[in-house]
């Protein structure tokens, strides 16, 4: 099976533009997730999609959203960008259901630069 | 909240010697625990997993060992490689898709 893709790799914005990131999982996966990596802050979960719904929410200003196709494909979005938005930027899929949690598997994920 | 705390953040050991490296959480309701290697500009890989019903699992060289009541975890490596040598982070989860990370622990397996 293919891993977890994500597009672009890198990318180089400006403050106060926007930027739309995408996530492709494994065939099958229906659920995911999305965490930012920083050297600060390591890796903190930003939301979960599955089903095309957000079942789980982290600690980010709503600056930051998403979505979720009904293949499974989810993009994030970061509005007004700021310089510490700067990060990896990773999404991961699994199987999931309800109630357990299943393996995630990471995508080589989004290198975003703000400037 | 939900918080993890994962110790050393470095650890250098040579060839051949065992690492460990400990997790505390604090929820309570955690019942699944994932171990991910990162390598120097790669993505985070799963290489072993626990869940609370279980105390100990291994995989060839690495093990790792839950006490659900002390509210710890540890990854064990033994025989360590220079390709151990990365970033290992600790997370977890309890019934959902969020992963709750620590902060990450720097190997270096010197030759």
């Known amino acids: 099976k293919a891993g977890v893709t994500q597009t672009p790799r890198y990318l180089i914005k400006t403050r106060g533009q926007q930027v739309t990131l995408s996530c492709s999982p494994i065939?099958?996966?229906?659920?995911v997730s999305w965490y930012q990596q920083t050297p600060g802050q390591g890796l903190q979960f930003l939301f979960e999609y599955f089903s095309e719904t957000q079942r789980n929410k982290g600690n980010f200003p709503g600056r930051f959203s998403g979505r979720q196709f009904s293949n499974s494909r989810s993009e994030m979005n970061v509005s007004t960008l700021e310089l510490g938005d700067s990060a990896l930027y990773l999404c991961a899929s699994s199987l999931t259901g309800q109630g357990f949690s299943y393996e995630q598997y990471f995508g080589p994920g989004t290198r975003l630069t703000v400037t | 909240g939900e918080n993890v705390e994962q110790h050393p953040s470095t650890l250098s050991v040579q060839e051949g010697d065992s690492a460990v490296i400990k997790c505390t959480y604090s929820d309570s309701a955690s019942n699944y625990f994932p171990w991910y290697k990162q390598e120097l500009g790669k993505r985070p890989q799963l290489i072993i997993d626990?869940?609370?019903?279980?105390g100990e699992k291994k995989d060839q060289r690495i093990a790792v060992t839950l006490n659900k009541t002390a509210k710890h975890f540890s990854l064990h490596i033994t025989e360590t490689q220079p390709e151990d040598s990365a970033v290992y982070f600790c997370?977890?989860?309890?019934?959902?898709?969020?992963?709750?990370f620590g902060q990450g622990t720097t190997l270096q397996v010197k030759p």
């Open positions: 997370a977890v989860s309890s019934n959902t898709g969020k992963l709750i």
């Open positions: 065939s099958g996966h229906r659920s």
């Open positions: 626990i869940r609370s019903n279980v």
